[in-house]
């Protein structure tokens, strides 16, 4: 029976072995990520539900880079009502986004619908597997009076920075060889968020499993270490990432064809500099100036996607800053730089020929896909678990150089001396061809391994089993 014919998503599991249902947390890179893992495992024939509050329904599949692999997927997409929350400006002053707060808090209230929803699906299937973001474990709670239904966490953090923190947090248990300098929690995350963190503590036991988005080639020592600091050390985990990886066509999206990648096309091998901060950092316009005035000195090439951050509704009107960058900036650096204040394919511009770095907030999404086509890293990370990933890729990998010390960063604007010294050691030095053979090799690893008989593969191979036992 092809289940993807059918008008009714729930008419689609009359006679449904095992379905899926993938619940994202509302914040752009969770919602990405849980939409690739979706990808990958309808792949498998096996019916597939991505369900959210409408606003973030729309936003993920808005900016799928990939809306080929979307239609081939044919993921039943299932939207809430989204829960009312205010949804102010970004305030670049503060590091962490602390305007997306009251977003995060209102997917708190899908518990109700999501749980009539599972009620509904649930008498359509042998099995139902709810695969839900680390932060949704409290609206998917009442799995736990349904029957033939199991939970499975996905955790959208790199396992290194994951393992660090719960072993710090747990006041360090046992013996490991903490690397020097490695940066603390210390001002990563606010309060709201440490609270919405624990809520979810207790609701995590009673999953069957965890799904992670990393790759034994990059992290194998620290999924082996993240284990040991598990509540159940019997509990599987599956490292099934990187889930990016099928994500750019050989050819471009025709749907994608941006301006940006036009002026690469135009571009030596391997010659300019990608620059952005990914989606929930606004940098203040001093900041902005010394960045411009540092690309500028560091005389490399370079693509600058300047964008503030998302708002927790990114339908509810744009707020344009006034123009901060130097008088004349672009008119002066035609031909060497392009400012980009739109959405950029950023999956796109990493894969293209031309592209030889990635200046990144070291989100994990940013991380993974830097680091699968091949390229090194200016690391600049902003909040969250963006500066132990920094030190991942910095100090561990070996792929990237830091424009500062974490301790430094939170202090001060970053001159445009420093970072102008930063992408010349990237982008035009003997380190960076060194850092840049690391990446490629890391590249290579982490391609192959979501290939047929790739350890990533088939730990995937390994979870499919398991749901479908």
Known sequence: MDVH????????????????IMVPFPCYSHLNQVLQLSCLISSYNIPV????????????????????????????????????FLSPPPDPNSKFPTHLIPSFEASLQLRDPMTEFLHKISPMARRVAVVHDVLMAYVV????????????????????????????????PFQVDEPQGLP?????????????????????????????????????????????VQVDKNKQI???????????????????????????????????????????????????KELAIGLEQSGQKFIWVLRDADKGDIF????????????????????VGLVVRDWAPQLEILAHQSTGGFMSHCGWNSCLESITMGLPI????????????????????????????WAELQESVVASSTIAEAVKKLMASREGEEMRTRAEELGG?????????????????????????
């Open 238 to 288: 599956w490292a099934v990432g990187p889930l990016n990886t099928g994500a750019v066509d050989n050819g471009r999206n025709s749907n994608s064809q941006h301006k940006c990648l036009e002026w690469l096309d135009k571009q030596d091998p391997k010659s300019v500099l990608y620059v952005s901060f990914g989606t929930t950092t606004s940098l203040t316009n001093q900041q902005i």
């Open 316 to 335: 509810s009107g744009d707020v344009k800053r006034a123009e901060v960058l130097p008088e004349g900036y672009e008119e002066r650096l035609k031909g």
């Open 49 to 84: 539900h991505y369900a959210c509050s409408a606003t973030h329904v729309h936003q993920a599949k808005l900016r799928f880079n990939a809306t080929n692999r979307l239609s081939y997927a044919q993921i039943h997409f299932h939207e809430f009502p989204t829960p009312p």
């Open 378 to 405: 200016v690391a600049w990370p902003m909040h969250s678990d963006q500066p132990k990933n920094a030190f991942l890729v910095t100090d561990i990998l070996k792929a990237g150089v830091a424009v500062k010390q």
């Open 141 to 172: 709670q009442d799995t736990a009076t349904i029957p033939n239904t199991e939970t499975y966490a996905f955790n959208p953090v790199g396992t290194f920075t994951s393992f660090f923190n719960g072993w710090q947090m747990m006041g360090k």
């Open 184 to 228: 603390s929690d210390e001002g990563c995350v606010p309060s709201e968020i440490r609270s919405l963190l624990t809520l979810q503590t207790d609701f995590l036991k009673s999953t069957s499993g965890t799904i992670i988005n990393s790759c034994r080639s990059i992290e194998g020592t620290y999924i082996d270490l993240w284990k040991e």
């Open 5 to 20: 014919n059918q008008q009714h998503p729930c008419d689609a599991y009359k006679q449904a072995e095992v379905v899926v």
């Open 445 to 469: 690893a982490t391609r192959k391994a979501v290939e047929e008989g790739g350890v990533s593969r088939m730990e995937l191979d390994s979870f499919i089993a398991h749901i479908t036992r």
